[in-house]
């Protein structure tokens, strides 16, 4: 895999785990129009990837994860085209979402609109006590537009959901992990430390287990629960034909780690 041709966008893979950085400091990491498409081509090279099993996303330089869509950029919409680059982010966050992958979340500062949106369709989301998240958008005379009313609402409840929105207010990390925004924060300094700890530990894990996970609790919240309970059932026995499942219990047999083969 190449990952090539990325302006704004860096990417290093270290330990099984890639490490995508939004990476335009200048404006804070705001994400233009080309900013989305790259971070598109990454999780759809990262899918296909064998070198990679766990995703971290971050924010360059210090002050921001992402300060939101590029204002710049936006200010020029018309309907049609504000619509199209709705749809489009609103396409491209979901490949984040449903990424075979776990993705973290590791949020080192400003995370706010666009750079929140990104955030939510992570998998788990870890925050510096430097951070500070909100989707301010209302301010602007727009509403969050890269799937951010949906997933917010859905994570935090409409009531929650309603009050961040239509106050655009920022929030603390402390208010977000309170609030179950955030799954946890974590001293700025050890921000990436605590995120590579946890990819980490879900790598040690069998991977066609995680992704199985992954996909039950995607897709089988969005279903009635008892589709969300058929679905659940077909995935866990699918996992029983798998080469994992008998290193996994063979290992526990044996009192030895497993060494999930992946397959
Ligand atoms: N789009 C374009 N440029 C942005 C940006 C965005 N979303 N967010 C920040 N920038 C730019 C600023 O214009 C500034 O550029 P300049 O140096 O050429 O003046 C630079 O990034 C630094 O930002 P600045 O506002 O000076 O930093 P700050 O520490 O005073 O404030 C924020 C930080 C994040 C509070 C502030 O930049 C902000 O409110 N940004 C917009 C957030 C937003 O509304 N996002 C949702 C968009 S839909």
Known sequence: MSYENLENVRTEIRDQILFVTIDRPKVLNALNSQTVEEIGRVFDDAREDDAVRAIIVTGGGEKAFVAGADINELAKKTPMSGKNTSERGQQILSRIERSTKPVIAAIN???????????????????????????????????????????????????????????????????????GLVNRVVPAESLMANAEEMARKIISRSPVAVRAAIEAVNSGSEMPFEEGQFLEATLFGLLCASEDMKEGMNAFLEKRPANFPGK
Not at 117 to 122: D, G, H, Q, V
Not at 135 to 148: A, C, F, H, K
Not at 172 to 177: G, K, L, P
């Open 109 to 179: 500062g400003f995370a706010l609109g666009g750079g929140c949106e990104i955030a939510l369709a992570c998998h788990i989301r870890i925050a510096s006590d430097k951070a500070q998240i909100g989707l301010p958008e209302v301010s602007l005379g727009i509403i969050p537009g890269y799937g951010g009313t949906q997933r917010m609402a859905r994570l935090l409840g409409k009531a929650k959901a309603l009050e961040l929105i239509c106050t655009g207010d920022r929030i603390s990390a402390a208010e977000a992990e309170k609030i």
